[in-house]
């Protein structure tokens, strides 16, 4: 019962606006709030890897989700100049395109999480206050990078004709970029748990969390697995990032700041190190945005605020927060 | 009968006058008294009183981050709340008089008092990482909430408030020893001043009894509070006591530049620069934070010179943008300095002549 207790919170919140509003409206919010929640969900799983599971407060997350985008967003440039198959009707060929984009940002999300943890956060383990100062370092490098190769200015994210546009179920408006988000989302989710509860791999890094020298010990090289982490991390931002892109239909080299905000909100509202936590933490951010904005739009802006104070007041440690 | 900590209390201040660096902090100050006499350019007496102002900021963050061990990213809010209220209360209510500028400064004082220990209030009780999160999200709202409630803030515009009696532009109050007194001259010397006797509180305040509990807490949390120390409340003290010094420099800064919009005074941008700051100066030193301010923004008034170089290196477009991102030669810097120098200027300076002092 007492695990249930959020997701009937989360039910009851979902349902509750359907008191200021038809249900026609109602249906498309909830499902553009889902999509949302799932888009913040694949940032903040990243996140919830890092910082919830290796407690290292990596900053340049947000700049690793930009990383991300840019580099989703040169591999569909560059299909689409060559073989055009962004343009191309073919469902098949646009999916390829997609899929490509969504490898090209985890590729060089994962180099460079690998280069990441090797160089800045390795030395740092256990310090936090180091931790914050190296990793925005490192945030402000890698985002001017971007500055430099891409320019500073906003670009326009090209999508597959396929995704792009809308489909009408009985009146309702269903976009097709937050349903591949949907179905994405749900993807990682389901690994992720899979991952880390039901394979050896899993098994080492849960251990290693809560006793490193152990692990050592029994034979495990635990920075190995802790360097995986980071770039499995890593990767999920960069993937976090180019749905954004796509979602926004633009990509700009500050954009992984804002989301950094709003994936904290989420980690810290799911409670630190678990998956499920932050999946809801992301739903309830990304649906109540969604709801607050359409009642009273000028509320929306501190609704995450709100949310998170209101977490933090009842459970210290999160919905789903072990105290430790 | 005299104890041993009294006793060295004794010796310590038969010293006090013999110390080098009370003279130095002394040169400094007059260093600064004499800048706009000495050195008639507006941009030389623009930059050295945002030293003074920013060495204070830095200092209050210090007294944060350096000596309780808390990091916080809702420092800079605290400044713009200061920046703000002041800027409000002088420009809204007609023709400003200095009633309106005490007014300002007090209402800044107790919101951040009041939002500095409400936030400490359910964020410090779980983890100290918590509070560097929540504080970023507090302030990245602050912000929004600047730009979006233009009606009262002025938007991305921000507020332009016309400063009452002897701080006004146009006033003149004829010549004292050859030097034109104008309203500009007299702002930066109250605004000094103030700068000044903020520095002195805050020393006090870090070498107090206080201020060695919160240095115990910083080191050892957990041994702090076994040994009585209430460190909770303290945490919550140390932020509040911080957030206010920020707010009254925020008011300074907006006495010296009659402008604030939400780029310059409330966001996360301010928030990093103090970082910067603080790191390069030195982390609990206190008196690092003036040297912290003083290269970056040297170094800020100066890089822009640097864009020429661009042409140099071939004119090319990769090369045109490597040095217009200048933040970029920044963050590899920073990183390096944490790296190599986690104590920053002062801090390693202290530790090599510790060294020279007595060696191992």
């Known amino acids: 019962m007492k695990r249930a207790a959020p997701v009937l919170i989360v039910l009851a919140l979902a349902l509750l606006p359907l008191l200021g509003m038809e249900p026609r409206v109602y249906l498309t919010l909830t499902v553009a709030g889902l999509a949302m929640g799932m888009l913040i969900f694949l940032v903040a799983s990243g996140l919830t890897l890092i910082f919830g599971l290796m407690d290292v407060l990596n900053f340049a997350h947000g700049a690793l989700f930009s990383w991300g985008a840019y580099a989703g967003f040169g591999a569909v440039l560059l299909l689409d100049r060559r073989a055009g198959w962004i343009e191309s009707p073919s469902v098949a060929l646009n999916a390829l395109a997609l899929l490509a984009a969504v490898a090209a940002a985890a590729l060089v999300a994962l180099v460079l999480g690998v280069a990441l943890e090797r160089v800045i956060v390795r030395p740092v383990y256990g310090q936090h206050m180091f931790q914050i100062l190296i990793t925005l370092g490192a945030s402000i490098v890698l985002e001017e990078l971007i500055r430099i190769v891409w320019g500073p200015n906003d670009q326009v994210m090209p999508v597959p004709i396929s995704f792009q546009g809308s489909w009408d179920l009985l009146d309702v408006i269903v976009l097709r970029v937050p349903v591949v988000a949907i179905g994405l989302g749900l993807a990682v989710y389901v690994g992720l748990q899979l991952l880390l509860h039901r394979t050896r791999v899993g098994l080492i890094v849960r251990a290693g969390v809560e006793s490193g020298e152990m692990v050592?010990?029994?034979?495990?090289?635990?920075?190995r697995y802790f360097t995986a982490v980071f770039a499995l991390g890593s990767a999920l931002a960069?993937?976090?990032?180019?749905?954004?892109?796509?979602?926004?239909?633009?990509?700009?080299?500050?954009?992984?700041?804002?989301?950094?905000?709003?994936?904290?909100?989420v980690v810290i509202i799911g409670g630190l190190g678990s998956v499920t936590g932050s999946l809801i933490g992301a739903l309830m951010v990304g649906l109540s945005y969604n709801y607050v904005a359409f009642l009273l739009p000028k509320a929306a802006l501190g609704v995450n605020m709100a949310l998170m104070v209101l977490v933090l007041l009842v459970r210290p440690t999160g919905l789903f927060g072990a105290s430790r | 009968m005299t104890t041993p900590i009294a006793s060295a209390r004794r010796d310590e201040r038969a010293r006090r006058w013999r110390r080098p660096t009370l003279w130095l902090r002394l040169g400094v100050l007059a260093l600064f008294v004499l800048v706009p006499v000495a050195v008639p350019s507006f941009q030389a007496t623009d930059l050295a009183i945002k030293i003074a102002l920013f060495g204070a900021l830095v200092a209050s963050y210090d007294v944060v981050i350096g000596y309780t061990g808390i990091v916080s990213f809702g420092h800079a809010m605290f400044f713009g709340f200061g920046a703000y209220s002041v800027a409000l209360a002088v420009g809204r209510f007609g023709a400003p008089t200095y009633g309106h500028l005490l007014l300002g400064f007090g209402i800044a004082v107790l919101l951040s008092a009041l939002v500095a220990t409400l936030i400490g209030a359910f964020s410090l009780r779980v983890k100290l990482i918590f509070f560097a999160m929540i504080t970023l999200a507090f302030a990245e709202f602050a912000g929004i909430l600047a730009v979006q409630w233009s009606a009262l803030s002025g938007g991305e515009d921000g507020l332009s408030p016309k400063m009452p009696g002897l701080f006004a532009v146009g006033w003149e109050g004829g010549r004292v020893l050859g030097v034109p007194l104008t309203g500009k001259l007299v702002t930066y010397y109250v605004v000094l001043a103030a700068c000044a006797a903020l520095?002195?509180?805050?020393?006090?305040?870090?070498?107090?009894?206080?201020?060695?509990?919160?240095?115990?807490?910083?080191?050892n949390e957990l041994r702090a509070e076994a040994l009585g120390v209430p460190t909770f409340t303290l945490q919550i003290v140390s932020s509040s006591f911080a957030s206010v010094v920020a707010t009254i420099v925020g008011g300074c800064y907006v006495?010296?530049?009659?402008?604030?919009?939400?780029?310059?005074?409330?966001?996360?941008?301010?928030?990093?620069?103090?970082?910067?700051m603080v790191i390069i100066g030195g982390i609990g030193t206190l008196w690092g934070s003036v040297i912290g301010a003083a290269v970056l923004l040297t170094a800020r008034l100066l890089l822009p010179?640097?864009?020429?170089?661009?042409?140099?290196?071939?004119?090319?477009?990769?090369?045109?943008?490597?040095?217009?991102?200048?933040?970029?030669?920044?963050g590899v810097l920073f990183v390096l300095v944490v790296f190599f120098f986690p104590k920053g200027v002062l801090g390693t300076t202290r530790d090599a002549l510790a060294r020279r002092r007595r060696p191992a």
């Open chain 1, 238 to 265: 960069a993937v976090g990032g180019l749905m954004w892109a796509i979602f926004r239909q633009s990509v700009s080299p500050g954009m992984g700041g804002e989301q950094l905000i709003f994936a904290f909100i």
């Open chain 2, 199 to 219: 520095f002195l509180v805050m020393a006090r305040f870090v070498a107090s009894p206080l201020g060695r509990a919160l240095q115990a807490i910083r080191d």
């Open chain 2, 305 to 330: 010179d640097l864009r020429g170089l661009g042409t140099l290196l071939g004119g090319s477009e990769i090369a045109q943008r490597l040095t217009e991102r200048w933040l970029l030669v920044f």
């Open chain 1, 216 to 223: 050592q010990v029994m034979g495990h090289n635990i920075y």
């Open chain 2, 255 to 276: 006495m010296w530049v009659r402008y604030v919009n939400p780029e310059s005074a409330l966001g996360v941008p301010l928030m990093l620069d103090v970082l910067l």
